[in-house]
C-alpha cells in the first residue's frame, strides 16, 4: 500500500476522481472545505471512468479485485478517513503565506468522532490525508508551519480599533496611501508611533498567518474565532476581530514567539471541543 506511516501518524495520497469515488462509496455527498474539481463529479457515472479509478486505487495499494467473486474492495482503513472530512464535527484551519516567495501553505484538520485528519492540498489538486495520533502529535506538526522570531517589540499592552476604521485603514494600506492610514488609525485612538508601525507592517509582511476554528452542523460552515499573524522586522503582531455584548472591535497587538505557541494550542483546543 502507497502510504506513509509512523508511530504517530498514517498517510495517504489522492487524486479528486479517487477522492470522489470514495466519498460515493461511503455515501458523502461533498466534503467540508476540500475542493474535488466539478470535472470529477460529474464524470463519476461513467463507466470507463470508474475502471480507470479503481485501477488507480488497486495500484496504489489501497483496494484490491477478489478472485472468488471479482468483486472490488477498498481497504477499510481509507473510507474511515476520507469519512472524516464528509462527517466532521468541526475543523481547524491553519494558512501560512510567505510573501516575499508568495507561497501558501495550507493545512485544514478535521475533527470526527474519534479521529483526527490533517488535508492538505496540492497545486496539482492531489489529496494528503493524513491521520494524526493525538491532539499533542497535531501541535507538534502544527507548530514546525508557524514563523519563528527572535525580535523584541518595542510596545507593550492591547490596542483596540472599530472595525470600520480599521478597514478603512487597511483599504488605504492596500492602496498604499500609508500616510492616510496612519492618520486613520490615529484619529480612531491609536498612538503615533504604534499607528505608525501598524501600517508598516501590514504594508510589508514577510510572512502572514490565519488560525480559524469552523463548526458543521445543520448542513452549514459556521465560521467563529479566526486569528491573524502579521511577521514583519522580526516582530509579530496578531490581530483579530472581538464581539461584546455592547461592542465589536479590532484588537491589535505584538507578541512573542511564546505567545504565538500558547495560541496554537488554544486554538486546537477550541476546534477540537466545538
Request: glycine fraction near 4%; hydrophobic fraction near 40%.
Given at each position: 500500500m502507497?502510504?506513509?506511516?509512523?508511530?504517530?501518524?498514517?498517510s495517504l495520497?489522492l487524486?479528486?476522481?479517487?477522492?470522489v469515488?470514495?466519498?460515493?462509496?461511503?455515501k458523502?455527498?461533498?466534503?467540508w472545505?476540500v475542493?474535488?474539481?466539478?470535472?470529477?463529479k460529474?464524470s463519476?457515472?461513467d463507466?470507463?471512468?470508474?475502471k480507470?479509478?479503481?485501477d488507480n486505487?488497486?495500484?496504489?495499494?489501497?483496494?484490491?479485485?477478489?478472485?472468488?467473486?471479482?468483486t472490488?474492495?477498498?481497504?477499510?482503513?481509507?473510507?474511515?478517513?476520507?469519512g472524516a472530512?464528509a462527517f466532521a464535527?468541526?475543523?481547524?484551519?491553519?494558512?501560512v503565506h510567505n510573501?516575499?516567495?508568495?507561497?501558501?501553505?495550507s493545512?485544514?484538520?478535521?475533527?470526527?468522532?474519534?479521529l483526527?485528519?490533517e488535508?492538505e492540498?496540492?497545486?496539482?489538486?492531489?489529496?494528503l490525508l493524513?491521520?494524526?495520533r493525538?491532539?499533542?502529535?497535531?501541535?507538534a506538526?502544527?507548530?514546525?508551519?508557524?514563523?519563528?522570531?527572535?525580535g523584541?517589540?518595542?510596545?507593550?499592552?492591547?490596542?483596540?480599533?472599530?472595525?470600520e476604521?480599521?478597514e478603512?485603514?487597511s483599504?488605504l494600506?492596500e492602496?498604499?496611501?500609508?500616510?492616510s492610514?496612519t492618520?486613520?488609525l490615529?484619529?480612531?485612538g491609536?498612538p503615533?508611533?504604534?499607528?505608525h508601525?501598524?501600517?508598516?507592517?501590514?504594508?510589508?509582511p514577510?510572512?502572514r498567518?490565519?488560525?480559524?476554528?469552523?463548526?458543521?452542523a445543520?448542513?452549514k460552515?459556521?465560521?467563529y474565532?479566526?486569528l491573524?499573524?502579521?511577521?514583519?522586522?522580526?516582530?509579530?503582531?496578531?490581530?483579530?476581530?472581538?464581539?461584546e455584548?455592547?461592542?465589536?472591535?479590532?484588537?491589535?497587538e505584538?507578541?512573542?514567539q511564546e505567545?504565538?505557541?500558547?495560541?496554537?494550542?488554544?486554538?486546537?483546543?477550541?476546534a477540537?471541543?466545538?
Amino acid at each position: 500500500m502507497t502510504t506513509t506511516t509512523t508511530t504517530d501518524t498514517f498517510s495517504l495520497t489522492l487524486d479528486n476522481n479517487e477522492l470522489v469515488f470514495l466519498g460515493q462509496s461511503i455515501k458523502a455527498s461533498a466534503f467540508w472545505l476540500v475542493d474535488t474539481n466539478a470535472d470529477a463529479k460529474e464524470s463519476s457515472d461513467d463507466e470507463q471512468w470508474l475502471k480507470q479509478v479503481q485501477d488507480n486505487l488497486a495500484a496504489k495499494g489501497y483496494a484490491t479485485t477478489r478472485e472468488e467473486d471479482g468483486t472490488f474492495a477498498v481497504d477499510p482503513t481509507i473510507p474511515a478517513l476520507v469519512g472524516a472530512l464528509a462527517f466532521a464535527r468541526s475543523a481547524l484551519v491553519v494558512t501560512v503565506h510567505n510573501v516575499h516567495e508568495n507561497q501558501v501553505q495550507s493545512r485544514l484538520i478535521h475533527f470526527a468522532e474519534g479521529l483526527i485528519i490533517e488535508h492538505e492540498q496540492a497545486e496539482d489538486d492531489t489529496h494528503l490525508l493524513t491521520a494524526i495520533r493525538d491532539i499533542p502529535t497535531l501541535h507538534a506538526r502544527l507548530e514546525e508551519l508557524l514563523p519563528h522570531t527572535n525580535g523584541t517589540s518595542p510596545f507593550s499592552g492591547v490596542q483596540q480599533i472599530d472595525q470600520e476604521s480599521f478597514e478603512a485603514a487597511s483599504y488605504l494600506i492596500e492602496k498604499k496611501n500609508l500616510d492616510s492610514a496612519t492618520q486613520r488609525l490615529q484619529q480612531a485612538g491609536i498612538p503615533p508611533d504604534f499607528a505608525h508601525a501598524v501600517v508598516q507592517a501590514l504594508s510589508e509582511p514577510e510572512q502572514r498567518v490565519m488560525l480559524q476554528t469552523v463548526a458543521f452542523a445543520d448542513h452549514k460552515i459556521h465560521r467563529y474565532d479566526t486569528l491573524h499573524v502579521v511577521v514583519a522586522g522580526d516582530i509579530l503582531w496578531f490581530y483579530q476581530f472581538v464581539r461584546e455584548e455592547d461592542r465589536a472591535y479590532i484588537q491589535i497587538e505584538t507578541a512573542s514567539q511564546e505567545r504565538l505557541n500558547q495560541q496554537l494550542q488554544a486554538y486546537i483546543r477550541m476546534a477540537s471541543s466545538l
